[in-house]
Every structure is written in structure tokens, then in C-alpha cells.
């Protein structure tokens, strides 16, 4: 291939432009109240690939994804609202709807009620960022695809030079997507096994629950 554009080196590059825009820490998220169209707006014009609506959010206050907006307030959308819609925009690609209402379930049980919180969602906001930028950084260092072997399967199928690179992207793009699928299962499976976990607590330290559910 005379001109290497996606080489390990250029691919790490277009990974750390990526990672620089791709996190707004809680500091930097909007201090003042906002209208549900301003929420859109600031989602979608820090969000590149999400393409929020009305809909969409107010869908996902019913389901009780999200909490609802405050009461009495024009500008009913806080802070919190964004950290959740965020939070959503990393978790949409992975979970369903049901199975991210699970996850925040586990942080803060009631989702319009903040005093049953377990941790708060500034400090869980707070902590995937951190934890989004060390797996960033982490990603960098480490070879997430193997250039040699991808150049010795295009070797392997004697190709024309012209689609040389084309295949190269199609086998980097592949892989890719083969680890993001074992993640993404895996994160399905610790959140489902969880539920199956709880539920079983739940019927052991109450018998009664477990009667109930047999009749």
C-alpha cells in the first residue's frame, strides 16, 4: 500500500480526537436550568452521532429511565437531567432501554426520588468520565488490532493494490466489532445475572415472597 492512511499510528490519532470530544465533564455541563429544546440542542450538538428529539426524551421520562422534569419550573431540565441524557448517550449503543433503567436502578432505586440515592449522579457522572478517559488512554497503549497479521491476510488473498487498504479497513473495522460485541455481551450478562442474583436474595430472605410466587 503506497499511502498507509489507516495505519496503527493514523488510527490512534483519529482514536485521541475522538476521546477529546467525546467527554464533557460535569464541571462543564450547563450551571443554569434549561427548556426541553435546549437540552436537544446542547445533546445533539455535543453528541455527533446521537439525534435526540422531544420524543426521545420524553419517552424516556415515562418509561422512568430519566427522572422527570422539575415541577413548577419553565426551564424544568437541571444539570442532573443532562448528566443522565449523557449517561444514556454512552449506554444506548450497549443496553437496551430496560436493561440501562436496571443499571441506574442499581445507583439510585427510585428515579424521581433523590433521597433513596445510593451515590449521587454528579459522583456517578463524575466517575464514568474518569473511568471513560482511563480506558481511553488504556485503549491507546495497547495494539487493538494486530497490523501484522491483517497485512498477512491481505498478502494471503492476492489482491489488486488498488483494493488493498479498502480490505484493510474492512478487517481493523471487523475486529473491532468482534471486541465491542464480547463487551457489550458481557455487560448484558452482568447485568442480567444481577437481576436472577437479587431476585434470589430477595426470595431467600423473604419466604414469603417465595410462597406467594408458587401459588
Known amino acids: 500500500m503506497k499511502n498507509d492512511y ?4 493514523n488510527i490512534n490519532e483519529l482514536a485521541k480526537e475522538m476521546t477529546i470530544n467525546n467527554i464533557i465533564p460535569y464541571e462543564e455541563l450547563p450551571q443554569y436550568d434549561l427548556f426541553l429544546s435546549q437540552v436537544i440542542d446542547y445533546l445533539n450538538d455535543h453528541f455527533e452521532n446521537e439525534k ?22 419553565k426551564r424544568g431540565y437541571t444539570k442532573i ?14 443496553l437496551t432501554t430496560e436493561e440501562i433503567k436496571k443499571v441506574f436502578t442499581l445507583a439510585f432505586n427510585e ?3 433523590r433521597t433513596d440515592d445510593v451515590i449521587s449522579w454528579e459522583k456517578a457522572y463524575a466517575t464514568f468520565c474518569d473511568i471513560q478517559t482511563e480506558c481511553s488512554n488504556d485503549f491507546l497503549k495497547n495494539a487493538y488490532f494486530d ?6 491476510i491481505i498478502k494471503e488473498c492476492s489482491l489488486e493494490e488498488k483494493d ?4 484493510k479497513v474492512f478487517l481493523i473495522v471487523m475486529t473491532l466489532i468482534a471486541q ?3 463487551i457489550k455481551k458481557l ?3 452482568i447485568v442480567e445475572s444481577y437481576e436472577k442474583y437479587d431476585k434470589h436474595n430477595s426470595m431467600t430472605e423473604d419466604p414469603k415472597s417465595e410462597d406467594s410466587a408458587d401459588e
Not at 489507516?6 to 499510528?9: A, G, K, Q, T
Not at 437531567?81 to 449503543?93: E, F, K, T
Not at 497490523?147 to 498477512?152: L, R, S, Y
Request: glycine share 2%.
Open 81 to 94: 437531567h443532562l448528566a443522565q441524557l449523557a449517561l444514556l448517550s454512552y449506554m444506548r449503543p450497549i
Open 52 to 73: 435526540y428529539t422531544n420524543n426521545i426524551v420524553q419517552n424516556y421520562i415515562k418509561s422512568q429511565v430519566i427522572s422527570k422534569p422539575e415541577d413548577g419550573k
Open 187 to 189: 455487560a448484558q450478562t
Open 147 to 152: 497490523e501484522e497479521k491483517i497485512q498477512n
Open 180 to 182: 465491542a460485541s464480547v
Open 111 to 113: 428515579i424521581n426520588d
Open 164 to 167: 488493498e487498504e479498502r480490505i
Open 6 to 9: 489507516f495505519s496503527i499510528e
